[in-house]
């Protein structure tokens, strides 16, 4: 109990499992209750991340999010403005969590400064977990198929023609192109 104690006042060494000096310091913004657990109960088991606090969302989340200065901040994309995931973005990194439909708000968040997004209700712990770990490395986390969406955007505004890319899913590349 005490490693756990000195763990969170930011004075371990050694984080169990995970071989490193600081945990990925993590806080959850989301009003689905369920779906904040389940992501806790997720990450609990990653010796390298440490969920720091979660929240549901409002007007107090950019105080408490000061307060307890997350690495990596996953809120969900209807939590938070633009305005909002731009101040958080200096100093976190934020995946903006969304359901399907809601790419345009991700979008936003993404021009503001979020670094990726994961869709609420088809993300898997692996998948979370890597996020999170790219995210704490400042490193985006796009789906294929916003990626394509944000390369059409680039083509257009640079040489006025949309051109609709197809980028393949990781799981058809060939081994050797990874």
Not at 73 to 89: C, F, H, K, M, Y
Not at 111 to 126: C, F, Q, Y
Request: hydrophobic share 45%; with cysteine; charged share 25%.
């Amino acid at each position: 109990m005490e490693y756990w104690r000195r763990l969170i006042e930011g004075q371990t060494h050694l984080f169990p499992g995970g071989g490193v000096d600081h945990p990925i310091r993590v806080a959850i913004v989301d009003d689905d209750e369920a779906f904040r657990q389940a992501m806790c109960g997720w990450l609990a088991w990653v010796g390298d991340i440490l969920v720091i606090g979660e929240a549901r969302g409002g007007q107090e989340t950019l105080c408490w999010l000061r307060q307890v200065r997350p690495d990596v901040v996953l809120i969900d994309v209807d939590a938070a403005s633009a305005a909002q995931v731009r101040e958080i973005a200096a100093d976190a990194g934020v995946i903006v969590l969304h359901r399907e439909g809601q790419e345009m708000r991700v979008l936003e968040a993404l021009r503001a400064g979020a670094l990726g997004h994961l869709e609420k209700h088809s993300v898997r712990p692996p998948q979370a977990i890597a996020a999170i770990r790219a995210v704490s490395r400042e490193e985006a986390v796009l789906s294929p198929a916003l990626a394509g969406r944000i390369l059409d955007e680039v083509v257009e505004k640079h040489w006025g023609d949309k051109r609709v890319v197809n980028v393949p899913q990781p799981e058809n590349l060939a081994e050797g192109s990874r």
